[in-house]
């Protein structure tokens, strides 16, 4: 990561640039250098990009779930003072700021979901019983993506190393259980924040139909799609990403 981990009362987050906050949101096994590049890009365009560590892996086991990350978000934000923020989560994340947006609209001024999930889950938590076999880790990791070669050996490690972990695996499990749990399909239609979909044409944890589903019962959402991609196009697709993120922010005045 090229930005310093700040650690402040409970809350350990990076933070560069100076304005309108954006709050990013990891995955369940995403590190903060996954979004090196919209930090990069967006800190040098305006904003203040945010990104606390979500505590994943250290709430305990009857707390670790979509609902109580949200409102861990929450008392964030209030730590931090910001009032109006744009959220932009991937994956897991995506989930958490969509629920976030669903207790605290007010806090919300507009939110970016990629490949998240809320509507369908399919492989956030399953198929981790050959976890101990490094080649089925590895392959799980580079069928996260379309080009397997951005799975990287630290990706992969990373990966590895998680599943292996069994208080982390239980919490894996436990946050898939919640995510099914904490379907938004009812929610949405109520929310009435501005919500930019940005999908990987070729993602297979959450595939296209799902953020057509996320785009039709969004009452004030757009959709744009990255070909040659997967669930994690901030990732794969950096530039791709951050001009339809930044063009879609200058047109709704944000």
């Given at each position: 990561?090229?930005?310093?981990l ?15 906050p ?11 250098s ?20 979500l ?149 297979i ?31 794969e ?18």
């Amino acid at each position: 990561m090229t930005h310093r981990l700040k650690k402040e009362k409970n809350f350990s987050y990076m933070e560069v640039g100076e304005g309108q906050p954006i709050i990013v949101l990891h995955g369940l096994m995403g590190g903060l250098s996954n979004f090196d590049a919209v930090s990069n890009y967006f800190s040098a365009k305006g904003y203040k990009v945010v990104i606390p560590v979500l505590p994943i892996y250290s709430m305990s086991l009857l707390k670790t779930n979509v609902k109580n990350f949200a409102n861990y978000l929450h008392d964030f934000i209030e730590y931090k003072g910001f009032d109006n923020v744009i959220l932009l989560g991937n994956s897991l994340g995506g989930h958490i700021g969509l629920y976030h947006t669903k207790l605290f609209p007010k806090k919300v001024k507009a939110l970016i979901i990629t490949g998240s999930s809320g509507l369908y889950e399919s492989a956030m938590g399953s198929g981790y019983t050959k976890r101990s076999d490094y080649e089925v880790i590895k392959k799980k990791a580079q069928d996260v993506f379309y080009d397997p070669a951005v799975a990287t050996k630290e990706i992969v490690d990373e990966v590895y190393e998680t599943v292996n972990d069994r208080n982390k695996l239980i919490k894996t499990l436990a946050i898939a259980k919640s995510a099914i749990r904490h379907n938004m399909a009812k929610d949405l239609p109520v929310m009435q924040v501005p919500t930019c979909i940005i999908w990987g044409k070729n993602d297979i944890v959450t595939p296209p139909e799902v953020a057509v589903e996320f785009h039709n019962l969004l009452p004030d959402s757009d959709l744009f799609w990255i070909d040659k991609c997967g669930h994690a196009a901030m990732m794969e697709h950096p530039d791709e990403f951050n001009n339809i993120l930044n063009s879609w922010l200058t047109a709704r005045g944000l």
